[in-house]
Each structure stands twice: as structure tokens, then as C-alpha cells.
């Protein structure tokens, strides 16, 4: 029987009734298969037009602002921070005068930790890890080889371990304060020529603390 012999023995109301139906489950229909397209056109969009998320396009960019200059700051000066904690390790047992002790221990406390942050930052980078012979000369890579300004020879090394007391102070502030003098110019040139926000900040920071600890040891060093 088709469907209009069906409706022909239909009463008028059920005729309504089932056609009213019919009509809303059409535009039903309709409507779910308009979001299901929706859908899936928003999906297929997204899918092409989804930005990357941070933790690739974010950190790669990152890893990527950096130059020579920053890179070349970074493995300069994580061994220059190290012998001046090495130093300043010296001052704990060998110094006399409290205000020199006081001062490597605050030298120490400020130049560990931008050690680590300088090896984070060449790790994040790519860039070679510095290694050096005890003179201040990176030989990390052939390119890497600079002499570092304000850096102690072996000897000078040798000698200021050897000296205690008052001796001891008047050496360590000396040593210091080029030590001191070579970061400033160190820094001074990553804000110059780098590229990396943070590292130039860092040199600023460097430049800003050291010169006003050369200042403070040179009056140490004049009543001495």
C-alpha cells in the first residue's frame, strides 16, 4: 500500500497530526545534519588555522633570540663568576677584616646562582658549554678562544691562597677589583651587541652591582 492509499484512510485529524510530525522531524533532521557539518567545517579549520601552542612555537622562539654576542657573554662569564667565587671562598678562611669577609660572602651569594642561569640559557641555546685551562682562555671550540679581561693567572691564584690575614685582604680586594672591572666590560659589551633581552639584562645587572662593589672596596682598601 503506498504512502498516499495510507493517508486517504486517514482521519483529517490524524492526517494533521502525522504530518505535523513529519515536517518537525524533517527540520530536525535538517538541523542536525547543518551542525554536524558546522562542526566538523570548524574542526577541519581549526585543524589548519590552530596556532601552534607554546610549547613549541613559544620555546623555540625563545631558544632562537639569541646571537653570537649573548652566547659568547654567557660562556665568558659563567668561568670569569667562577673563579671570583673561588676567590671569594678563599676570603671565608683567610681574611682578617670583617668587612672583606662580608663582602665575598655577598660576591658569592649574588654570582652562584647567575652561574646556573648562564649554563641554562647556552643549554637552552644549543651553544657549547665553556672549558677552560685555569688562565682565563676558553677553548671550548676554536672560535670560543678569547681571552677574558679581569681574570687571575695560575700564579696570581697561587699566591692569594698562600697569603692569610691582612695580606690576605689587600690581595683579595686588588684581584677583585679587576676582576671586578673585566665583568664591567664584559657586560658593557653584551649590551652593546646581544640580542637576548634577558641577557643583556643580566649584564646591565652585572655592571650595575659590580661597580658599586669596586667602589666599596676600594674605601676597604684605602684604610687598610
Known sequence: MTPAHCTERLSPTMNRTHLRR???????????????????????????????????????????????????????????????????DLAATRAADPEVK????????????????????????????????????????????????????DADMARLEAATGPEFDRQFLTMMIAHHEGAITMGEEEIAEGANPEAKALAQQIVTTQQAEIDTMKKILARL
Not at 32 to 49: E, I, P, R
Not at 122 to 138: F, K, N
Open 22 to 88: 513529519a515536517l518537525l522531524s524533517g527540520v530536525s533532521l535538517a538541523v542536525a545534519v547543518g551542525l554536524a557539518a558546522c562542526g566538523s567545517d570548524h574542526q577541519a579549520g581549526a585543524g589548519h588555522d590552530k596556532p601552534a601552542t607554546p610549547s613549541s612555537s613559544a620555546f623555540s622562539g625563545e631558544a632562537a633570540a639569541n646571537n653570537a654576542a649573548d652566547q659568547m657573554f654567557a660562556q665568558m662569564m659563567i668561568p670569569h663568576h667562577e673563579q671570583a667565587v673561588e676567590m671569594s
Open 102 to 153: 662580608e663582602l665575598a660572602a655577598q660576591i658569592k651569594d649574588a654570582q652562584a646562582p647567575e652561574i646556573t642561569q648562564l649554563r641554562g640559557w647556552l643549554a637552552q641555546w644549543g651553544a657549547p658549554m665553556p672549558t677552560t685551562d685555569g688562565h682565563g682562555t676558553d677553548h671550548g671550540s676554536p672560535e670560543m678562544d678569547h681571552e677574558m679581561p679581569g681574570m687571575m693567572s
